[in-house]
């Protein structure tokens, strides 16, 4: 099977940097001959602290979106945190992504499927691979016409990650594209003062992993300044790096 590739920022942080990192992906694309889907949130629901930044919300995130798709022919991948977004967001998105934390939420589930786009689960960090037949029946049942699932970690005690590459396998008996989350897997989640810390360093070993374990997808939060990101810096790839990476997984 042909591997999937995720790539783009954790949130909307302005259209500059949407631009900086399309213009990458369709570079990489060209010379790799690979199809990088772009990722980015219009709102992060689930940050740590009241005071961290969001992103640009439903309406002027979903504009910003299409106009990359638009300019760039990007597919887009976004994800969805309340049931009421996902018709919107279907309207312009390829991919619509469940968040880990909201992979049971049977509504949130039913009305992405509703859309006929392609439903991105992220396993939740409390569940096993095998657990996640449960939300693929629901998205299925609802008439879900192609679901994915990612592998992101398990909690390790406290603002701490742990994966189990073994749920690659067990989830590719659920479904035929099981896709590793090369970035958030290496999360220190609410373990930075308020803030999620991580370690990117350990992102390429992460994907290499997860390589020799099947995956069929990769995805990488990037940025070209990941210290100064206004939302999961510590663990996302400095952009540069992704080419090279990519060139090594496919």
Partial sequence: MEKV??????????????????????SINSKNGVDIIFKASFDKANRTSISSF????????????????????LRILTDIHES???QAAGEVCDVLQIPAFL????????????TGK?????????????????????????????VWLTERGNSFGYNNLVVDFRNIPDMLDIVPR????????????GGDGGK??????????????????????????????PDRALSDGPNMLQLDQLEQLIEKLK
């Fill in 5 to 26: 590739f995720i790539a783009g920022p954790c949130v909307i942080e302005s259209k500059e940097l949407l631009d900086i990192v399309a213009e990458k992906l369709v």
């Fill in 54 to 73: 969001r992103g640009p919300g439903l309406e002027r995130g979903l504009q910003m979106l299409a106009d990359i798709k638009s300019r760039y022919g």
């Fill in 84 to 86: 009421h977004q996902a």
């Fill in 103 to 114: 992979c049971r939420q049977t509504d949130l589930l039913v009305n992405a499927a509703k």
């Fill in 118 to 146: 392609t439903i991105n689960i992220k396993k939740a960090q409390f569940l096993s691979g095998k657990d996640m037949r449960y939300p693929v029946e629901k998205a299925q049942d609802a008439g879900a016409k192609e």
């Fill in 178 to 189: 099981v896709i590793m989350d090369c970035t958030h897997s290496v999360q220190r989640p």
């Fill in 196 to 225: 999620t810390g991580g370690d990117r360093r350990f992102v390429p070993a992460m994907a290499l992993a997860a390589k020799a374990f099947g995956a069929t997808g990769f995805f990488f939060e990037v940025h070209p300044d």
